[in-house]
């Protein structure tokens, strides 16, 4: 979930995330485009007291944009495959469950 300046989004991305029927783990990796509004604060005080696995990445100095964002979380990731999204989005429960079926 590449992110820049998403400080009003994420309640509702955590809730989603959190309501997700998917049977199997799920890591959520959240790639920081240099955020200003102190979003990134935000997003981590609550992911911490969700139950999610997450980790918070920041692309270097010098890199933005949303595509090096997806290639640092792409490239970071260690699970066989990857869903991404905006973090401007709140899924439905059954989102994971319904994309895993295409695997």
Do not use: C
């Not at 955020?35 to 609550?46: A, F, I």
């Not at 920041?58 to 979380?73: D, I, N």
């Not at 792409?74 to 994971?96: E, G, Q």
């Amino acid at each position: 979930v590449p992110f820049r300046n998403e400080k009003n989004s994420w309640n509702a991305f955590v809730s989603a995330a959190r309501e997700q029927n998917y049977p199997g783990s799920v890591e959520y990796l959240f790639v920081n485009d240099h955020s200003e509004d102190g979003g990134d604060q935000v997003l981590k005080e609550l992911l911490q007291r969700s139950s999610l696995t997450y980790r918070i990445l920041h692309l270097p100095e010098g890199v933005q944009g949303k595509k090096f964002g997806l290639h640092l979380g792409i490239k970071n990731a260690s699970t066989p495959w990857v869903i991404r999204t905006d973090a401007d989005t709140s899924a439905s429960p059954s989102w994971l469950l319904t994309m895993s079926k295409y695997l």
